[in-house]
């Protein structure tokens, strides 16, 4: 049996009419709706099963106020005003993890930890994939999303995962958006300034 396509309106929540949020209202989003997140998004695929991504869900005021500090100027209101912001990493170690992830192959291990440069594209390719899945999870599940990169990596670094193989990749506010404060969509390149068919 074919699998079906999404109707319009599931791609318009998760694509084509939604945008990064800025703004934010202030309900707040359920630890029990982080773990469905999670749940959802795990399931995407990664090579060999590797799953390396690790995400910490700042939401306390504590720990929010830890983190502002390696946060660009402009983003720093915005993540304040967020009810989470989710802190995107990858393991280096995630090897390790294979025997669990992926028991059909023992020697998957060895796949992966040959040296550094091997480690880190498959832990950085991976996890940027997971970040992904987790935006479009978060939209199929009624969240808004709002993804950036302006933080001092280092530093959220030893904030957030010190003593771990953890490095951070990218930062995203999650909550219900406040559509006042969503710019107007940019251009996508065309087609066939992106894509060739051979």
């Known amino acids: 049996m074919a699998t079906k396509s999404l109707d319009q309106s599931s791609l318009e929540q998760i694509f084509l009419e939604a945008h990064t949020h800025n703004a934010w209202q202030s309900r707040p989003v359920s630890d029990e709706l982080l773990h469905r997140l999670y749940e959802?998004?795990?399931?995407?695929?990664?090579?060999?099963?590797?799953?390396?991504?690790?995400?910490?869900?700042?939401?306390?005021?504590?720990?929010?106020?830890?983190?502002?500090?390696?946060?660009?100027?402009?983003?720093?209101?915005?993540?304040?005003?967020?009810?989470?912001?989710?802190?995107?990493?990858?393991?280096?170690?995630?090897?390790?993890?294979?025997?669990?992830?992926?028991?059909?192959?023992?020697?998957?291990?060895?796949?992966?930890?040959?040296?550094?440069?091997?480690?880190?594209?498959?832990?950085?390719?991976?996890?940027?994939?997971?970040?992904?899945?987790l935006i479009v999870a978060a939209r199929a599940l009624g969240l808004d999303c709002g993804p950036m990169s302006g933080f001092d990596n280092a530093q959220v670094d030893q904030l957030f995962f010190d003593g771990t193989a953890v490095k951070s990749n990218f930062i995203c506010n999650l909550g219900y958006g406040d559509k006042s404060g969503v710019y107007p969509r940019n251009p996508r390149l065309d087609f066939d300034e992106a894509c060739s068919i051979e």
Request: with cysteine; net charge positive.
């Open 40 to 133: 959802t998004f795990c399931m995407g695929p990664t090579s060999a099963n590797c799953c390396p991504a690790r995400i910490v869900f700042v939401k306390t005021k504590e720990a929010k106020e830890k983190l502002i500090p390696a946060l660009a100027e402009g983003n720093r209101a915005k993540s304040m005003a967020a009810p989470v912001i989710a802190i995107i990493g990858y393991d280096l170690h995630f090897y390790e993890k294979l025997p669990k992830l992926f028991p059909n192959a023992p020697d998957a291990r060895s796949w992966f930890d040959k040296d550094e440069q091997t480690t880190f594209i498959n832990a950085f390719r991976n996890g940027s994939l997971q970040g992904a899945y």
